[in-house]
């Protein structure tokens, strides 16, 4: 009796290929072998100057393992080799060159119902470099499928036609033995997202997932998925790179740590008097600014003063971060809009290391201006 190796795979696996693949379609390499050898061993690296921290390769991202692949004890499908045949879905995508429908589809929600699909997309990897408004184009994109107990739901050999994102119920994945047979790899209960991979990486569905109990699914067609999110991601991260190009302190970094950051960066957006920063709150990442102006406000002894604006091209947060301590200063929008990219604290810590000597130089700065404007060094921990 023969018996069959096990093909399972690691669970961080999806998350790996999806950036890999946001990556590439950004940058675009000539020579994809050796980018991705430079990419991997970029990670490979990072995550041996966080040991012992035990970041996940996936640490780029705030609460990478909250996306759709971890919201539930899910082990990926372990065998991910088909038989290709020509297909609908076999046509080559490029996000720079699409033009086609950008008519927005809209299928109506109560607000409930968008709430809770807001909470159920905020941490899926491929949605967290989306600003709120291409969010509210995804939540608009998306409609309701009911599923009874046993309905298969995608087929492992078929064509990639939805993304789904699971509002309720339990589902279970499993994958075709060789003699016909199936195992159970993983399952969904109650929440997580599927479908994305044979999306994004041109291929037939490499698991089966059917409904174990009745339950719900918001789903997102093929083209609609490839126009709002491959596309915007694909945007958002040529937009980031420009920036990054603009900012003085990234001037001392190598082209993959670029690359990692545009990466890593997600979109805040607030308008003119809301709060971004509260002293005294623990420090969770730094911030760019993008767009717009804000303002820095310290209260010291129960007197308030503003410190400074910060404008386009400029930055703020990191000396918490630094000095690891919690916010001593409070930041408010200054302008009717602002635009920030946000960087995590894990990804702070991986990726900016070269500017680290800049931001503890201006920091004395900063010390010198507190003096002024206080009397007083005794109290500085941090002013952002």
């Not at 909470?119 to 995804?138: C, G, H, Q, W």
């Not at 939540?139 to 939805?162: L, P, T």
């Not at 002894?301 to 400029?314: H, I, Y």
């Amino acid at each position: 009796m023969s018996h069959h190796p096990n093909y399972e795979i690691p669970a961080e696996l999806n998350n790996l290929l999806i950036d890999f693949t946001v990556s590439v379609l950004v940058n675009r390499p000539g020579d994809l072998i050796e980018y991705a050898a430079n990419y991997f061993n970029r990670l490979l690296d990072e995550r041996r100057n966080s040991a012992p921290s035990n970041h996940s390769l996936q640490s780029n991202h705030c609460n990478e393992d909250d996306n759709d692949s971890t919201s539930s004890d899910i082990k990926p499908p372990a065998r991910l080799s088909f038989t290709r045949r020509k297909s609908v879905f076999a046509e080559h995508y490029d996000p720079e060159e699409d033009e086609g429908d950008t008519e927005q589809i809209f299928y109506p929600k109560s607000d409930e119902q968008r709430q809770r699909l807001g909470e159920a997309t905020k941490n899926i990897l491929l949605f967290r470099s989306l600003d709120p408004t291409d969010m509210n184009e995804v939540i608009d994109a998306m409609f309701e499928r009911k599923v009874e107990a046993n309905e298969v739901v995608i087929k492992q050999g078929d064509d990639g036609d939805n993304f789904y994102v699971i509002a309720d119920g339990t589902f279970s994945i499993t994958v075709a033995n060789d003699d016909g047979t199936e195992k159970e790899v993983g399952k969904y209960v109650g929440s997580g997202s599927f479908g994305e991979l044979a999306l994004m990486y041109n291929m037939p569905r490499a698991a089966t997932v059917r409904a174990v109990t009745a339950g719900s699914l918001w789903a997102m067609s093929r083209q609609t998925f490839r126009r709002i999110v491959l596309k915007r991601a694909f945007m958002k991260r040529k937009e980031y790179e420009s920036f990054i190009e603009k900012v003085e302190i990234f001037k001392f970094l190598e082209y993959y740590e670029k690359m990692s950051l545009s990466d890593a960066f997600m979109a805040r957006c607030y308008k003119n008097g809301d709060l971004i920063i509260k002293q005294g709150d623990q420090a969770d990442g730094m911030y760019f600014v993008q767009e717009g102006i804000v303002r820095i406000i310290k209260e010291e002894n129960g007197q308030e003063q503003e410190l400074s604006r910060v404008e386009k091209g400029g930055y703020f947060g990191e000396l918490a971060l630094i000095t690891k301590k919690s916010r001593a200063a409070t930041v408010y929008a200054a302008s009717a809009e602002v635009k920030l990219a946000f960087l995590d604290v894990l990804a702070f810590e991986r990726l900016l290391g070269p500017c680290m000597n800049i931001m503890r130089r201006n920091f004395n700065h900063y010390e010198d201006q507190l003096v002024k404007l206080f009397g007083s060094k005794s109290n500085v921990t941090d002013l952002r």
